[in-house]
């Protein structure tokens, strides 16, 4: 019912397979067989979709060995179109791809645009020389950072005359290249495959755009006023209304008339995310720039960016080869994750996003003007003014959407009802944001500030654009839900939001409100995540109010969930039907779970429960048909790899995706290397076994050739006969 409200009454018929088998399949599963289209992967752990009986399920799980591959499916196969040190433009292909957007231009081609969100220091580093060429001082800098142990270099403390803080800064540059946004021209060829066509519009967008080349980004809304001033209470440039650089580039959207929408989401890593009541930046030593063995904290302010002017949506129209992007202030300073484009003719434009952190919120922008032609490209201009809203979630169903405006009353949720019992508040008068843990403090503080007028200062456009530009605390202190790190938002046909909520536990950002989140069976809080379906009140992209439902898919299959966790990116395909990716952490992934008890007798968290789910995984939900409501593994990704942006063609034929930093804990894959690993399993119906894994350590992938480098890549999934995915 959750899921079937939107979706078309087609039932699935049995398509034909053929092709290599990449993966052996499921066996004495008939019923299965014939009604999905595909034949399941088979994961590590049992899942009732697949009607194995719990009895036999020891036997054919007690043995498991992962591969160092993207295993999909027998009949498909996949291509990959580009990773990591590939040529676009004048630049490169960048690191860790996340959202992909395929914006056709004709049958079979258009153009692809590409997320490269951060850094994975450590398989950088390592492999840098491998991929790029040895052209840095990569050694120089990795030793002094072993010498400098677990706290780092602070480079911002160095003396300029001292030769290795140049050193420091060059290898700053080139991360900062490896991240942003990518264009590339594609077209499928006779053979069916996805190659590359080397178009004069393919070009990067990095994290140093506009540093050296002029290639600045442009913005719009009410946050230019901040940006334009020539004195406040904290850090500024004198670039006004330009900005140098995007990155952390996670998540995104296209919207319905060519454009691709970029999610700056942990910008927080890079440049200070507080800010002063006036919306200026806090100064570049709360977020010095610091080298260590796993980390490059602090790349911004390496350079002296701006903190206020990252975290937020990026607008690029890939078909422009002289478009190097736009923010559009008016849609919020988050770490954003994804975004969901709303266009009806002669109603609102409304923009859905989210903000992937604990406790972060959903969020919708209605633009002042109406959507005259949905596939407009004039339709970006609507996004220069109008409104930012952030949802309230009432335990009952319903939910209204709050103004982020200067005459909306602060009336924070108390920390007792949050997860981790903490909220995060604008600091005031001194400026960022402080933690709270009392219901008390929390009463003081609607008692003292009554309005948001009264938490930020500057005339009316330079107060609603330090509003837009701390949006999270002020959302937080409106009493805007806390949610469980929203992960993407995806609108449906009939403009039903689809929002993947990742992980329920608490940290040190907040964490999610327990009359909301809670698991399959009353659990707060609740690691393994939801999907949510929310329903505009007459279907109207302005309305106030809205439904919401809930359904707990992450989880163990014995203790009510679909046998994943974590879900993320969403894409909904021609039928209707759900595809999910998965995002455990990498620390999570094959993590040995020898007993279900730790060495103080206490039951395993489920955080770290995460290490029985294997690595992270693509799946399939039917929102129709004799399979609805049921979740199937459609594949998983290489090892210590999360998979992203799933984008699937109009004609239905190609998956697109990006593997992110395969390698990332292990870095190369040496000799074949693994380790057997126990894991303390469940069937189905709650019985346990032991379960003996191979797991190999770090990674090859894409080449797959013995000790090669890993590199984050972008791949085509698509039936080896040509015919649609399902």
Not at 243 to 259: D, K, L, S
Request: glycine fraction near 12%.
């Amino acid at each position: 019912m959750f899921l079937g409200a939107t979706a078309g009454a087609t039932a699935f018929g049995s398509l034909g397979r053929s092709g290599t088998e990449i993966v052996t399949p499921f066996q004495g599963t008939p019923a299965i067989a014939g009604t999905l289209p595909f034949e399941p992967v088979k994961g590590p752990m049992p899942v009732p979709a697949v009607n194995i009986p719990p009895s036999e399920q020891p036997s054919l799980f007690g043995q498991y060995v992962v591969k160092d591959d993207l295993v999909l499916p027998n009949g498909y196969t996949y291509d990959v179109i580009g990773a990591w040190g590939d040529a676009i433009g004048d630049s490169r292909f960048g690191y860790n791809n996340d959202y992909l957007s395929f914006v056709e231009t004709a049958p079979n081609e258009g153009f692809l645009t590409i997320n490269f969100e951060y850094i994975s220091a450590g398989t950088w580093l390592q492999t840098y020389p491998d991929v790029i060429g040895d052209t840095l001082p990569l050694e120089t800098v990795k030793a002094a950072a072993e010498a400098a142990g677990e706290e780092g270099i602070n480079v911002s403390e160095m003396l300029d005359s001292d030769p290795l803080k140049a050193q420091m800064l060059a290898v700053c540059k080139e991360a900062l290249v490896d991240l942003g946004v990518g264009v590339i021209s594609i077209r499928r060829n006779a053979d069916g495959q996805w190659v590359r066509t080397f178009s004069n519009a393919d070009r990067r967008i990095t994290g140093a755009s506009g540093l050296e080349d002029g290639r600045y980004l442009e913005s719009t809304g009410p946050a230019v006023a901040v940006f334009r001033k020539q004195s406040g209470q904290g850090y500024l440039d004198t670039l006004g209304s330009q900005i140098i650089g995007t990155f952390n580039n996670c998540a995104g959207g296209t919207t319905p008339w060519g454009t691709v929408m970029s999610a700056e989401e942990n910008f927080q890593n890079f440049v200070p995310e507080p800010v002063y009541a006036d919306g200026t930046s806090l100064p570049i030593s709360e977020k010095p720039f610091v080298v260590s063995t796993e980390d490059l904290d602090g790349l911004g302010s390496a350079f002296g960016y701006t903190g206020n002017k990252y975290g937020w949506m990026v607008e690029v129209d890939p078909a422009n080869p002289d478009d190097y992007g736009v923010k559009h202030t008016w849609l919020g300073r988050f770490r954003h994750e994804a975004v969901a484009v709303r266009a009806v003719e002669n109603k609102k434009l409304a923009v859905y996003s989210g903000c992937d952190r604990r406790g972060g919120h959903v969020y919708k922008f209605i633009s002042d003007g109406t959507v005259t032609d949905p596939q407009s490209k004039a339709n970006s201009q609507l996004m220069e003014a109008g409104m930012l809203y952030a949802a309230k979630f009432n335990p009952d169903g319903s939910g209204v959407w709050m103004p982020l405006t200067a005459d909306t009353a602060v009336n924070p949720d108390m920390p007792s009802k949050i997860a981790g019992g903490m909220i995060t508040l604008p600091k005031r008068p001194k400026g960022g944001m402080m933690k709270i843990e009392s219901d008390a403090e929390v009463t003081a503080f609607a008692q003292q500030y009554r309005t948001l007028d009264d938490l930020y200062e500057g005339n009316a456009e330079e107060k609603q654009g330090a509003i837009l530009i701390d949006a999270h605390f002020a959302a937080n202190a409106v009493g805007a839900t806390t949610t469980a790190r929203p992960e993407d938002t995806d609108v449906a046909a009939d403009g039903t939001l689809f929002i993947a909520f990742t992980s329920g536990g608490p940290g040190g950002d907040g964490g999610p409100n327990n009359e909301i989140f809670k698991g399959p069976n009353g659990e707060t809080p609740y690691e393994h995540g939801w999907i949510m379906k929310l329903q505009e009140s007459d279907s109207d992209p302005a309305a106030m109010s809205f439904q919401w439902e809930m359904l707990a898919l992450g989880g163990e299959p014995a203790e009510g969930g679909f046998g994943f966790s974590n879900p993320d990116n969403l894409e909904i395909d021609g039928q209707g039907h759900l595809w999910m990716v998965t995002d455990m952490s990498t620390s999570k992934h094959n993590r040995e779970v020898a007993s279900r008890i730790d060495e103080e007798g206490n039951p395993v968290s489920q955080s770290n429960l995460r290490g029985l789910f294997g690595n992270n995984s693509v799946w399939f939900i039917p929102t129709s048909g004799p399979n609805a409501g049921e979740a199937f593994m459609f594949g998983y990704g290489p090892m210590e790899c999360e998979m992203c942006g799933p984008f699937i063609t109009n004609d239905q034929t190609t998956l697109f995706l990006a593997a992110q930093h395969p390698g990332e804990t292990h870095g190369i894959r040496t000799n074949g290397a693994f380790e057997t690993r126990k894991f303390a399993m469940q069937t189905t119906d709650g019985t346990p076994f032991m379960q003996e894994r191979n797991v190999p350590l770090g990674s090859n992938w894409p080449s797959k050739t013995v000790n090669a480098a890993p590199r984050p890549a972008v791949v085509a999934v698509r039936k080896i006969d040509g015919g649609t995915l399902v």
